[in-house]
């Protein structure tokens, strides 16, 4: 597609439920990240991906949190058993680079997912 | 760990002035620093991109200095419109074999008309 998409653009769960975040980055591109970025707050990194391995997961806030990447596309994040602190908009961006030597690493975001853990 | 400094007070500016955004960080000087701009709602979109090499970058009416001395980059918007009202957010590089930038927690900017 023309630019990262993400899906739902809103969620709203009951604590204790599992919930999906979908990514789908830009064509073409290799490096996936994903971010949360609570009310007023930064970017907070949670997972980068290049192709479908994950070398950096070290921003997943517990082993409730996981994400899976396939056909070097399509992410998925998954958060179990949702907490209330859970509740932030979850972004994800895409980027050509991703491999050390590469000058450049423009990130390209999707809109995010509000979650909202009642 | 690095530690990536930015006012967390809003800027608040008269249209038609030079905006100046300030982005300190405390380790060691990434290879490369982004800016990006964040409207509400919305993911951040890229700006600029400043080598450590480099001391300066334009695109229009933006601005990006570097300095590794001071541990410090600033961000000017010249002329500015209340169309430049947005949070901006810098980027360090961070290394770890691959690309990867930690961000700041951004300013946000007011153009008063």
């Known amino acids: 597609g023309a630019g990262v998409s993400q899906s739902p653009s809103n969620k709203v769960t009951e604590k204790g439920k599992d919930v999906e975040l979908r990514c789908d980055p830009i064509s073409g591109h290799t490096a996936l990240y994903w971010y949360r970025q609570s009310l007023g707050q930064g970017l907070e990194f949670l997972i980068y991906?290049?192709?479908?391995?994950?070398?950096?997961k070290s921003g997943l806030p517990s082993d409730r949190f996981s994400a899976e990447r396939t056909g070097g596309s399509v992410s998925t994040l998954t958060i179990q058993r949702t907490q209330q602190e859970d509740s932030a908009v979850y972004l994800c961006a895409s980027s050509l680079a991703g491999l050390a030597g590469l000058a450049k690493n423009i990130q390209y975001f999707g809109a995010g997912t509000r979650l909202s853990v009642l | 760990s690095q530690k990536i400094e930015q006012n967390s007070e809003a800027l608040n500016i008269q249209e038609g002035k030079t905006a100046t955004l300030t982005c300190n960080y405390t380790?060691?000087?990434?290879?490369?620093l982004q800016w990006y701009r964040q409207d509400p709602g919305r993911g951040p979109v890229f700006l600029l991109l400043i080598r450590e090499n480099e001391k300066e970058k334009r695109k229009e009416r933006l601005k990006v200095t570097f300095d590794t001395t001071l541990k410090q980059s600033l961000f000017h918007i010249t002329a500015s419109q209340p169309a430049d009202s947005a949070t901006y957010l810098c980027a360090l590089e961070t290394g770890g074999g691959y690309q990867k930038v930690t961000f700041g927690t951004g300013t946000k900017l007011q153009v008063i008309p």
């Open positions: 380790n060691y000087s990434p290879a490369y």
């Open positions: 991906f290049q192709g479908n391995s994950a070398p950096d």
